[in-house]
């Protein structure tokens, strides 16, 4: 099985050279899916697994505009449409100066299985730009979006492919971006996700995301018979999600006692909670990208230029980016008493630190413990659609049963003995519907 595998990435990586954070995120999904993949030889036929990891398009386009100073600047664009079969492609926009192609395409391929999970009609697609929103002002940011929407907007549509937010794109960014879609198309429709409550977005969006990540973490703990309640809990980032995870895990009766930033992270042993949670959001409109005000503000503990994952905690939930917990991490994490980690970024542990984790604790990989964002932003389309709003319980109530959903998706194909092994069960959960949907879609 090995060496089928093995010649599988192989041929991927000849043909996707240097795509690295691609090719990890490939090689996990297929080596879940291997067995299942075997079994059925409809799906070889077909080459579905072949299929499923080359975009059906990727756009690159020049993204130029005029900063403060007068000054000509370039970025580069993205959209990954990775794949339709499900619905129209649906993925969020990512403003990092990290952004290359293949993160983009690793965020794709994954975001495919997840929405798949949450059982909405909805493809798979990411992009963004190599843009740092770090430092630049409001003009910047929305001369920014407009020339960047003056490309994709011929890309895009609410039937065909609808972006959100991601990292480095929060409220402000989808609001200039569909500003600029609606007066280039003259259309007012449900193109983007993440909007303004008073202009199309759903009650529930911004928690989502992090709400989403704790009800799954507290099916996770059901399952062993325990619950988020008296437990404390380390979380990494502090923008979009780690705010709304913070928010629920205090409403449960749990203890947060970290964030994080590029600058280093704050231990908070009184806990992260009221006005604390609030003042998360005062410190990402700054702009700055630094959690060290935290530590001036609330009397804290700063730890420079270090992780998070060295706190004795209960609970791990990494909320930042893609491989922010390695194997050293992880063992540090296990060392030092944690039983769970639930994985809110995307593709938050590299390969090796997942190996380590499945074997020593309990882990779920984000695209099952986060697809609670993307799933409300399939309400938020639905809604449009239907050209009405549901009230807060009402999306919640469904947040809820999505992810319930999701960890019975995971439980049902990665149940092993006694064990749930959350990678499998996402995995092979997420692929079979698309799967089917291609095979029944023909060779397209
Ligand atoms: O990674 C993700 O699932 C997101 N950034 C949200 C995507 C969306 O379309 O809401």
């Given at each position: 099985?090995?060496?089928?595998?093995?010649?599988?990435?192989?041929?991927?990586?000849?043909?996707?050279?240097?795509?690295?954070?691609?090719?990890?995120?490939?090689?996990?999904?297929?080596?879940?899916?291997?067995?299942?993949?075997?079994?059925?030889?409809?799906?070889?036929?077909?080459?579905?697994?072949?299929?499923?990891?080359?975009?059906?398009?990727?756009?690159?386009?020049?993204?130029?505009?005029?900063?403060?100073?007068?000054?000509?600047?370039?970025?580069?664009?993205?959209?990954?449409?990775?794949?339709?079969?499900?619905?129209?492609?649906?993925?969020?926009?990512?403003?990092?100066?990290?952004?290359?192609?293949?993160?983009?395409?690793?965020?794709?391929?994954?975001?495919?299985?997840?929405?798949?999970?949450?059982?909405?009609?909805?493809?798979?697609?990411?992009?963004?730009?190599?843009?740092?929103?770090?430092?630049?002002?409001?003009?910047?940011?929305?001369?920014?979006?407009?020339?960047?929407?003056?490309?994709?907007?011929?890309?895009?549509?609410?039937?065909?492919?609808?972006?959100?937010?991601?990292?480095?794109?929060?409220?402000?960014?989808?609001?200039?971006?569909?500003?600029?879609?609606?007066?280039?198309?003259?259309?007012?429709?449900?193109?983007?996700?993440?909007?303004?409550?008073?202009?199309?977005?759903?009650?529930?969006?911004?928690?989502?995301?992090?709400?989403?990540?704790?009800?799954?973490?507290?099916h996770m703990l059901h399952e062993?018979?325990?619950?988020?309640?008296?437990?404390?809990?380390?979380?990494?980032?502090?923008?979009?999600?780690?705010?709304?995870?913070?928010?629920?895990?205090?409403?449960?009766?749990?203890?947060?006692?970290?964030?994080?930033?590029?600058?280093?992270?704050?231990?908070?042993?009184?806990?992260?909670?009221?006005?604390?949670?609030?003042?998360?959001?005062?410190?990402?409109?700054?702009?700055?990208?630094?959690?060290?005000?935290?530590?001036?503000?609330?009397?804290?503990?700063?730890?420079?230029?270090?992780?998070?994952?060295?706190?004795?905690?209960?609970?791990?939930?990494?909320?930042?980016?893609?491989?922010e917990v390695c194997l050293s991490?992880?063992?540090?994490?296990?060392?030092?008493?944690?039983?769970?980690?639930?994985?809110?970024?995307?593709?938050?542990?590299?390969?090796?630190?997942?190996?380590?984790?499945?074997?020593?604790?309990?882990?779920?990989?984000?695209?099952?413990?986060?697809?609670?964002?993307?799933?409300?932003?399939?309400?938020?389309?639905?809604?449009?659609?239907m050209r009405i709003n549901w009230?807060?319980?009402?999306?919640?109530?469904?947040?809820?049963?999505?992810?319930?959903?999701?960890?019975?998706?995971?439980?049902?194909?990665?149940?092993?003995?006694?064990?749930?092994?959350?990678?499998?069960?996402?995995?092979?959960?997420?692929?079979?519907?698309?799967?089917?949907?291609?095979?029944?879609?023909?060779?397209?």
């Amino acid at each position: 099985m090995m060496s089928d595998i093995n010649e599988f990435i192989t041929n991927l990586e000849r043909r996707t050279p240097g795509e690295n954070e691609f090719h990890q995120a490939v090689e996990e999904v297929i080596t879940s899916v291997w067995d299942f993949y075997k079994k059925n030889p409809r799906y070889q036929k077909a080459k579905i697994l072949e299929r499923m990891c080359e975009p059906e398009r990727v756009i690159m386009f020049r993204v130029p505009w005029v900063d403060d100073r007068g000054e000509v600047q370039i970025n580069r664009g993205y959209r990954v449409e990775f794949n339709s079969a499900l619905g129209p492609y649906k993925g969020g926009l990512r403003f990092h100066a990290s952004v290359t192609l293949s993160i983009l395409k690793f965020l794709g391929f994954e975001q495919t299985f997840k929405n798949s999970l949450t059982t909405l009609p909805m493809g798979g697609g990411k992009g963004g730009s190599d843009f740092s929103p770090k430092g630049k002002t409001d003009g910047e940011i929305m001369r920014f979006c407009q020339s960047f929407m003056s490309e994709l907007y011929r890309h895009i549509g609410p039937n065909t492919d609808v972006p959100a937010g991601d990292i480095g794109v929060g409220g402000r960014e989808i609001g200039y971006l569909f500003g600029q879609y609606k007066r280039l198309k003259n259309e007012f429709t449900g193109v983007l996700t993440g909007k303004g409550l008073a202009w199309g977005g759903s009650l529930i969006r911004p928690e989502a995301t992090g709400f989403g990540a704790v009800y799954f973490a507290q099916h996770m703990l059901h399952e062993i018979g325990s619950d988020i309640a008296g437990q404390t809990v380390s979380v990494s980032g502090f923008g979009n999600v780690a705010w709304g995870a913070i928010a629920k895990v205090n409403e449960l009766g749990g203890k947060v006692v970290t964030i994080s930033g590029p600058d280093g992270y704050i231990y908070d042993k009184e806990g992260i909670s009221g006005d604390k949670i609030d003042y998360l959001l005062e410190l990402r409109a700054t702009n700055n990208d630094v959690v060290a005000p935290y530590a001036d503000e609330f009397g804290a503990h700063f730890v420079p230029n270090k992780r998070p994952w060295e706190v004795p905690v209960d609970i791990a939930m990494p909320c930042a980016t893609e491989n922010e917990v390695c194997l050293s991490d992880a063992k540090e994490l296990a060392k030092n008493g944690c039983k769970m980690l639930a994985e809110a970024s995307n593709m938050g542990c590299t390969a090796e630190a997942v190996e380590y984790l499945s074997e020593n604790m309990i882990y779920a990989p984000g695209k099952a413990v986060n697809a609670g964002g993307v799933a409300v932003s399939g309400l938020e389309m639905s809604q449009n659609s239907m050209r009405i709003n549901w009230p807060k319980e009402e999306v919640d109530n469904r947040l809820h049963g999505i992810m319930r959903n999701i960890h019975e998706t995971c439980v049902e194909y990665g149940k092993n003995g006694q064990k749930i092994d959350y990678v499998k069960g996402a995995n092979v959960g997420g692929f079979v519907k698309v799967a089917e949907a291609m095979l029944a879609q023909g060779v397209v």
